[in-house]
């Protein structure tokens, strides 16, 4: 199993241009979640999914969004990037029997927007 | 808006002495989950609470979930050069398919 993948590792972007980060998970699991992770700061939910064509907003999703066509794949699209979304990006999976219970994140996508 | 606040921010501790962060939330909670990130790593999951006044082990780390379930802490005895990393607290929000996750607590292993 590889667990959660994500890529890309790293990306530097321009302000305005667009991107997609890809997710993706091979344990099944119904859940799935889009963090980014700033300095001193715990992790803010961006968007979220309980299942293939179900998707929600979390805490920060202005400026992004997502789509859930496989129970697999999950990824965040930046619409038009800013400076304010340099940061570092989880996407995370988990059963969701009984509400939400061990995340299994992926290594994360490092994004500079200049 | 519901909230979990983590203290302290960062802890310097020598090789071998103890180390504890506490949360706080600001709704009582269904469960609380404990997570461990490397400096450059991901979050991983080291435990999940949900009954009030739980205490569970893992060698020399103890949680506590608290009596009104609205606080939690995570105790490491001993620490080693391994614990270092920084150490979050997460809590299911009301809708219960959103975690809120404190600011996380840095322990330092000075050298």
């Known amino acids: 199993n590889a667990g959660v993948t994500q890529t890309p590792k790293f990306q530097v972007l321009k302000t305005g241009q667009s991107m997609t980060l890809q997710c993706a998970q091979d344990?099944?699991?119904?859940?799935m979640s889009w963090y980014r992770q700033d300095p001193g700061m715990g992790l803010r939910l961006i968007h979220y999914?309980?299942?293939?064509?179900?998707?929600d907003q979390g805490e920060v999703p202005n400026g992004y969004n997502v789509s859930r066509s496989t129970t697999e794949d999950f990824p965040l699209r930046l619409l038009s990037a800013a400076p304010s979304q340099t940061s570092v990006y989880f996407c995370?999976?988990?059963?969701?029997?009984?509400?939400?219970?061990?995340?299994?994140f992926g290594p994360g996508t490092r994004l500079t927007v200049l | 808006g519901q909230q979990v606040m983590q203290i302290p921010q960062y802890q310097h501790v020598q090789e071998g002495e103890d180390f504890t962060t506490y949360c706080n939330s600001s709704?009582?909670?269904?469960?609380i989950q404990w997570y461990k990130q490397r400096p450059g790593g991901h979050p991983v999951f080291l435990i999940q609470?949900?009954?009030s006044g739980e205490v569970k082990k893992q060698k020399r780390l103890t949680f506590q979930f608290g009596e009104a379930k609205k606080n939690s802490s995570l105790h490491i005895t001993a620490t080693q050069t391994t614990d270092v990393g920084t150490y979050f607290c997460?809590?299911?929000?009301?809708?219960?398919?959103?975690?809120?996750w404190g600011a996380g607590t840095k322990l330092i292993i000075k050298p």
């Open positions: 995370a999976s988990s059963n969701r029997a009984g509400g939400i219970n061990e995340q299994f």
């Open positions: 344990m099944n699991h119904e859940y």
């Open positions: 999914s309980v299942g293939a064509g179900i998707t």
């Open positions: 709704t009582t909670l269904s469960n």
């Open positions: 609470l949900v009954k």
């Open positions: 997460a809590g299911p929000k009301d809708s219960n398919y959103q975690l809120i």
